[in-house]
């Protein structure tokens, strides 16, 4: 039997730092909503008792670094089972964008082995093993829309943002989350007002929404990839109503109403950046 899962990007609405804890990780506070742009994650079993991964984009690994590998292997491990698998990850994400690409490969693989397997897990149960792989785990298995706290485990759903047109670019450019965090000097950064941002989900306000738009991680990025700041820029001057960088970047969203307006974004940004999207948010969890 073949199962097919739907692994679906995420942006940062607000992504705040609280601090430095004694594990090494940083204390977050952040707002995340998912987009319609997916990989898709094709898995079988085979005779053999090894994962066997294959992804159809060039500077994903191909082993157990993978972090889909990494979800397959732990759960073969904790529910003991001897199967082998083979893991084709259709690839659509940008790689290393900040737009969750790797976490979500893993949440759809816990999703996928759930059904193979008829494991009967809760999404609880399945959140808790993404978060043995990696902090943005849990929030791809939860989707939708959340605020995420600790090192980004602790998911509390939130209402669904208005729907909108969301325009991604990303520059040339891959960036390495571990060192942006590492670079992040919390006695200089201006926090964003993430409750601020809850209240606008909770009121249903677009305007809101784009007025509370705020991420500390683009204090260390923008001075690194001047890039992200130019796309933010010209993305105000076309139109759009709010505009941001997604999680460590380098990608830029920009978030507007009109499906005109995100057409003229992704045509103006093209000559800019390859990598260029327009696609709706999806705010609620499939
Ligand atoms: P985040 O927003 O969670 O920080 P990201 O979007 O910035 O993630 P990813 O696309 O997940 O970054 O890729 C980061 C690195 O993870 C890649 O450079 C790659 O080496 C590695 N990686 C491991 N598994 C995957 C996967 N399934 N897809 C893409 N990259 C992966």
């Known amino acids: 039997m073949k199962v097919m899962e739907r692994a679906s990007a995420k942006i940062n609405l607000a992504l705040d730092v609280l601090g430095k804890r004694a ?31 294959r992804a159809t984009a060039p500077f994903v690994p191909e ?6 590998y990494k979800a397959a292997a732990l759960m073969k491990e904790r529910f003991r089972i001897q199967r082998g698998l083979s893991i084709i990850i259709h690839k659509q994400i940008p790689v290393a964008a900040g737009l969750a690409g790797g976490s979500s490969d893993a949440a759809a693989t816990i999703r996928a082995l759930n059904r193979l397997w008829n494991l009967n897990l809760s999404t609880e149960e399945m959140m808790r093993l993404g978060t043995e792989i990696g902090s943005d785990v849990a929030f791809c298995v939860h989707g939708g829309t959340a605020l995420a706290t600790g090192r980004g485990e602790k998911i509390k759903g939130l209402p669904a943002p208005p729907s909108c047109w969301v325009v991604l670019a990303k520059p040339p450019v891959a960036v390495s989350t571990g060192n942006v965090y590492s670079a992040l000097n919390l006695q200089a950064i201006s926090h964003p007002n993430v409750q601020g941002m809850i209240q606008a989900l909770r009121e249903g306000s677009f305007e809101n929404i784009c007025r509370h738009l705020g991420n500390v991680l683009e204090s260390v990025t923008i001075p690194a990839v001047p890039e992200v700041g130019q796309i933010k820029t010209l993305m105000k001057k076309l139109g759009a109503d709010g505009v941001l960088m997604s999680g460590s970047g380098p990608t830029v969203f920009g978030l507007t109403q009109y499906e005109s307006r995100a057409q003229k974004l992704v045509n103006s940004l093209k000559g800019f ?10 705010g609620r969890p499939s």
């Open 63 to 68: 082993d157990e670094r993978n972090l889909a």
């Open 273 to 282: 950046c390859g990598d260029v999207y327009a696609v709706r948010l999806i």
């Open 23 to 53: 594990d090494g990780y940083h204390e977050v506070s952040m707002v995340m909503t998912t987009v319609d742009l997916a990989d898709h994650i094709e898995i079988e079993e085979t005779k053999r008792e090894d994962i066997y991964i």
